[in-house]
């Protein structure tokens, strides 16, 4: 495997010069802007905080990206993947997520060892399409408490949904006023700007804007870290005996989700570049990332078709994308902390509830 990244490694940088350098920095620069609001959105709707997200997307640019079995992956937290993790948080707690992301990541290493990278070429698309679809019904209703601004009961979807009717829906309008801001600007953002200027990121700067000239009563995203070692992250403690145990099956699904996931994007995007991916690398790029980002805070990652399919259209040459994007979000998370903890939660629910849609279509129309 070490020979053949090497390979692929000489393959990429072969001929490489100032203008492709120049390609990937601004490609890179366009991606940090489509993930800096996906990022915050996602390490919210994981059950942790945007600034785990952030840090996931920091973290898994840097590692995953460079270790990557193909020259156009871009990882961070997903939508799919903060659907498990809402769960797991909720029974769990945060050290329960990091743990499970650990073996999962483990558990993605054993699996690029054994070549299992082929064995997602043989899922039916149909089943691809269902769960997709499953996922995103998932997220839309996990984003009802902060798009409204209620606060719901229970474990499950379900339950929560239930406590709706058993508590009264008390909406606090000016939660309903950014989510549905976030959106019509997201849906009305002209495509050609898009490419410039990605509309989540601006419907987040205008809803941040309004928030700060009004000081609306709202919740917002909170303190952003200024660190890439905050408080809460993986303890060597929490790898005992008994809570690797009781989370063998949640970590299971987390590193089917992030083959699966992974793979996809892989071969989807691999069509878009003319380039093969080596999957059984990313495999290893992946479970290598997913064990190294619980200690700094960060939630599970895969590799991201909106983001990837982003660095393709934007020019990208090599994984330096990743890399660089990565650096573009750890100076946002230094820089831009203070304005970024001002952002309304109702405003990422809005742009989580335009973003799946999109997402879910794409992949529908790659399978």
Not at 125 to 134: A, E, L, Q, R
Not at 297 to 309: D, E, K, L, Y
């Amino acid at each position: 495997m070490l020979n053949n990244y090497v390979l692929r490694l000489k393959s990429e940088f072969k001929g490489y010069n100032s203008q492709k350098l120049v390609k990937d920095i601004l490609a890179g620069l366009t991606v940090a802007a489509v993930a800096l609001p996906l990022a915050l959105a996602f390490g919210v709707s994981s059950g942790a905080d945007a600034g785990a997200g952030l840090i996931t997307a920091i973290v898994a640019g840097l590692l995953i990206g460079g270790l990557s079995g193909a020259s156009y992956q871009i990882s961070g937290p997903t939508g799919a993947m903060s659907a498990i993790l809402i769960g797991l948080s909720t029974t769990y707690g945060l050290q329960g997520v990091f743990v499970a992301s650990f073996i999962s990541g483990v558990m993605l290493l054993i699996a690029s060892l054994f070549k299992f990278g082929k064995v997602v070429s043989f899922i039916p698309s149909s089943v691809i399409t269902g769960f997709t679809s499953g996922i995103a019904i998932i997220i839309a209703t996990g984003q009802i408490d902060n798009f409204f601004g209620v606060t719901s009961k229970g474990g499950n979807t379900i339950e929560k949904l239930l406590s709706y009717f058993k508590l009264g829906f008390p909406i606090n309008k000016y939660a309903l006023m950014f989510g549905l801001l976030v959106v019509f600007i997201m849906l009305i953002w002209p495509k050609k700007w898009a490419s410039v200027f990605p509309s989540s990121l601006a419907g987040i700067i205008i809803a941040l804007i309004v928030n700060i000239v009004g000081q609306f009563d709202v919740t917002v995203v909170g303190k952003i870290p200024t660190t890439l070692f905050p408080d809460a992250r993986l303890s060597i403690s929490s790898l005992n005996l008994t809570t690797v145990t009781h989370l063998i099956i949640p970590a299971f699904s987390i590193a089917m989700l992030g083959m699966i996931e992974s793979l996809l994007c892989g071969a989807s995007a691999g069509k878009m570049k003319n380039e093969k991916l080596d999957a059984d690398m990313e495999l290893f790029a992946q479970g290598v990332g997913n064990m190294v980002i619980p200690f700094f805070g960060g939630v599970p990652a895969t590799a991201a078709i909106a983001r990837t399919s982003v660095a393709i259209k934007a020019g990208g040459q090599t994984r330096l994308v990743s890399i660089f994007h990565a650096i573009a979000l750890l100076i946002s998370m230094f820089v831009l902390g203070p304005y970024m903890s001002q952002i309304p939660l109702s405003a990422l629910a809005g742009v989580l509830s335009v973003k799946q849609k999109s997402i879910k279509t794409y992949k529908k129309r790659q399978t």
